[in-house]
């Protein structure tokens, strides 16, 4: 289904926006009769994505209270009102339980799930009828991983926030429905900074093994994710809320 009609007269704030998986959702999101703000804390990269969408830039931290009253206000006031959010802004943390520090552990919580949390309640609070809210969770929200201590636990925290969040607003009469999206490796700026941080000779290993966790063969590409993720923001994923939606080459289904 084109972007143009499943979109159409819909206000979307995206976090995250700026690179990997929040630009290319953008970038699909954006069409006639669609409006996007374009959130992130790299306010250049915000501004750089939302003048390829004419989307709304907006700077901010998804782990400060204020800027989420803020950044929603700024939505409203820009669009008239806001009928989908996608919290994508995310951040990896490779290292063994030994090697987290709690300092680690806090900052990964604080962006990946107390921003998520955050997020949706500020959005559940302005949204009407027929609003949906898509949580960017991970593979590693339902497996998991060895040295993603901290990751692997926000990410299981978002995947739950999400089905809580849903029951909620769907007994409460709300209206809102609220999914997660649980993609595996995935060729972002995210996945090439773990890479960087391997050693040159090890890289064509590692990215040997990155595919081979896929039965696909692969690992996927942005745009394969924001796909889903449009589904679960438009209308056509109407009677789907509470919902964990896999996007990984077959990855969990081993
Ligand atoms: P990315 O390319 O690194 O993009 C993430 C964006 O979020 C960056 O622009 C980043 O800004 C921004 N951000 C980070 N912390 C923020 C904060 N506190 N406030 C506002 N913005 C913040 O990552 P990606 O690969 O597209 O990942 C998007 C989401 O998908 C994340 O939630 C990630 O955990 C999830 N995911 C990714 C993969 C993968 O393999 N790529 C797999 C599963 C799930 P900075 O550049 O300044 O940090």
């Not at 949580?135 to 999400?162: M, P």
């Amino acid at each position: 289904m084109p972007a143009m009609k499943t979109l159409e007269n819909k206000v979307a704030l995206i976090t995250g926006a700026a690179s990997g998986i929040g630009a290319e959702t953008a970038r699909l999101f954006a069409s006639p009769g669609a409006k996007i703000a374009v959130a992130d804390r790299d306010a250049a990269g915000g501004h750089k994505v939302a003048a390829e969408t004419d989307g709304h830039a907006i700077e901010m931290d998804v782990t400060s209270e204020a800027d989420w009253k803020r950044a929603v206000t700024a939505t409203v006031e820009t669009f008239g009102g806001l009928h989908v959010l996608v919290n994508c802004a995310g951040i990896e943390l490779v290292k063994s339980m030994a090697e987290t520090s709690y300092e680690d552990w806090r900052r990964v919580m604080s962006v990946n799930l107390d921003g998520v949390f955050l997020g949706t309640r500020a959005a559940i609070g302005v949204m009407r009828k027929g609003g949906s809210i898509v949580n960017i969770s991970s593979v590693a929200g339902i497996n998991g991983f060895s040295r993603q201590v901290a990751y692997c636990a926000s990410k299981g925290g978002v995947r739950l926030l999400s089905k809580a969040a849903a029951v909620e607003c769907a007994e409460a009469g709300l209206g809102i429905r609220v999914n997660s999206v649980h993609p595996g490796i995935i060729d972002t700026p995210m996945a090439q900074e773990i890479l960087g941080t391997v050693e040159a000779k090890m890289r064509g290993e590692i990215e040997a093994r990155w595919k081979l966790m896929h039965p696909i063969g692969r690992i996927g590409r942005a745009a394969e994710v924001a796909q889903c993720i449009l589904f679960l923001a438009s209308d056509a994923s109407a009677f789907v809320t509470g919902t964990e939606l896999v996007v990984d080459g077959g990855l969990t289904a081993r």
